[in-house]
């Protein structure tokens, strides 16, 4: 079965201080692979898709990045953070013949202070 | 427009009550419809889905009905337990580069089941 991680669980940084967070799934390949953003109380926000490795497409225009270095492996980064970060970034994937069914991972929540 | 309206906003019902969560789009180029279910902390998981050709989807106590000629959906939950309590959001789905799909979602109703 398809399992996605991500890490780290929590993490509070300083305002101008960088950002990696990373999103690897097993059991599956070459999926599509989502970066989202969940602000409190609200629904989720595209940040990033990848239909394969080193194509990275932007949704909104931000302070944040994106990578896929290998099949399975998603990295969100910043080089300064900005107070308006914060929020809880959930990476998700998508089978290539399942057009529009996306699996969430447990999510990371990031604090900017 | 890629807006999804959700309501309502929050809802409590009774255990073994119905719950019903209604959504609203625009955009007729959507083609998929989830809804996710989410506990606090934790990353939604997908609950049930629908494609607009299809006007009703049943999955155990979940059902979607879906009106394309209206551009709305619902989530109805059969016999509501206090395990559903949760934040349930619907989404739409809209195809991007090939394989891949933008989901739009709504902005969440969070359930309480009381006993």
């Known amino acids: 079965s398809q399992t996605i991680h991500q890490w780290p669980a929590t993490l509070v940084q300083p305002v101008g201080s960088p950002l990696s967070l990373e999103c690897t799934v097993e059991?599956?390949?070459?999926?599509?692979l989502y970066w989202y953003r969940q602000a409190a109380g609200r629904g989720l926000q595209l940040l990033f898709y990848?239909?394969?490795?080193?194509?990275i497409s932007s949704e909104v225009p931000q302070n944040l990045s994106a990578s896929r270095p290998q099949d399975r492996q998603f990295i969100l980064s910043s080089k300064k953070l900005l107070l308006s970060d914060s929020g809880f970034y959930l990476c998700a994937w998508g089978g290539r013949g399942q057009v529009g069914t996306q699996y969430f991972g447990p999510g990371t929540r990031l604090l900017v202070l | 427009q890629q807006q999804v309206k959700q309501s309502p906003q929050s809802l409590i019902v009774q255990k073994g009550g119905i719950s019903i969560i209604n959504c609203a789009y625009e955009?007729?180029?959507?083609?998929?419809f989830p809804w996710y279910q989410q506990f606090p902390g934790k990353g939604p998981a997908l609950l049930i889905a629908?494609?607009?050709?299809?006007s009703e989807k049943k999955e155990g106590r979940f059902t979607i009905s879906f009106n394309k000629s209206a551009k709305q959906f619902s989530l109805h939950i059969m016999d509501s337990q206090p395990g559903d309590s949760a934040t349930y959001f619907c989404a739409a789905s809209m195809r991007r580069g090939g394989t891949a799909s933008k989901l739009t979602f709504g902005t969440g109703t969070r359930l309480q089941v009381t006993l």
């Open positions: 629908i494609r607009p050709d299809v």
């Open positions: 059991g599956t390949s070459n999926p599509n």
């Open positions: 955009n007729t180029a959507f083609d998929y």
């Open positions: 990848s239909v394969g490795i080193g194509q």
